[in-house]
Nanobody
Framework: VQLQACGGGLVQAGGSLRLSCAAS????????MGWYRQAPGKQREFVAS???????NYEDSVKGRFTISRDNAKNTVVLQMNSLKPEDTAVYYC????????????????WGQGTLVTVSS
């Protein structure tokens, strides 16, 4: 199983970025996908997840700003991030687990390598 995340970069506060994660080696439509992030010196934290049937869940601080979506035909999950804030600066990781979504990172079976998002003030 491989998860390849991309789309990170440097953006000014208030700007937008679109992260993508391409999965291979799984029957994608059976798997939930999650996004996590880890800021410097902090623990990794949940950002958003989408179940195998498209149900979504968000961490409170990103609700209304971030949108997670999936394209089963392309085996891809996308995290659209709008109205970015400096506190969104982190390495963003995608992860996958069979079935329904979870906020508990221990329940995810496979992880991507991470992509860095830097939001300048």
């Amino acid at each position: 199983v491989q998860l390849q995340a991309c789309g990170g970069g440097l953006v000014q506060a208030g700007g937008s970025l679109r992260l993508s994660c391409a999965a291979s080696g799984i029957t994608f439509s059976n798997y939930a996908m999650g996004w996590y992030r880890q800021a410097p010196g902090k623990q990794r934290e949940f950002v958003a997840s989408i179940s195998h049937i498209g149900t979504t869940n968000y961490e409170d601080s990103v609700k209304g700003r971030f949108t997670i979506s999936r394209d089963n035909a392309k085996n891809t999950v996308v995290l659209q991030m709008n109205s970015l804030k400096p506190e969104d600066t982190a390495v963003y990781y995608c992860a996958t687990r069979l079935g329904y979504y979870s906020e508990d990172e221990s329940e995810y079976d496979y992880w991507g390598q991470g992509t860095l998002v830097t939001v300048s003030s």
